[in-house]
């Protein structure tokens, strides 16, 4: 069982950065991965970056690599995206999901669980 609530959406500037938060919760949490996605109006779903059960990050978007960083915080089951040097094309509806699995795959993978998402506008 895991249920996963994301937070920190709203309006950024462009140039700007902002947290997104994923809160999970539920014992599955220990051996599950979790990643970030977005999707765009009229655009496919992408994924964005993977953490491991230790922490360990993998990107999926190339088009955000160097700019958004993935981390997290076992103690408090809590996955959060930061992200910098936003622009308009980076505002979408952003989610994370979890997988029972320890290690992320080296490409988006089909998740089980999903929060609702949070909506990031990024426009001056």
């Known amino acids: 069982q895991l249920q996963l609530v994301e937070s920190g959406g709203g309006l950024v500037q462009p140039g700007g950065s902002t947290k997104l938060s994923c809160a999970a919760s539920?014992?599955?949490?220990?051996?599950?991965?979790i990643g970030w996605f977005r999707q765009a109006p009229g655009k496919e779903r992408e994924g964005i970056s993977c953490?491991?059960?230790?922490?360990?990050?993998?990107s999926w978007a190339d088009s955000v690599t160097g700019k958004f960083f993935i981390s997290r915080d076992n103690r408090n089951k809590m996955v959060n995206l930061h992200m910098n040097n936003l622009t308009p094309e980076d505002s979408a509806v952003y989610s994370c999901?979890?997988?029972?699995?320890?290690?992320?795959?080296?490409?988006?993978?089909?998740?089980?669980?999903w929060g609702k998402g949070t909506l990031v506008t990024v426009s001056s």
């Open positions: 999901a979890a997988a029972p699995i320890r290690s992320c795959p080296t490409r988006p993978y089909e998740m089980p669980y």
């Open positions: 539920g014992s599955a949490f220990d051996y599950s991965a």
């Open positions: 953490v491991d059960t230790t922490g360990k990050s993998t």
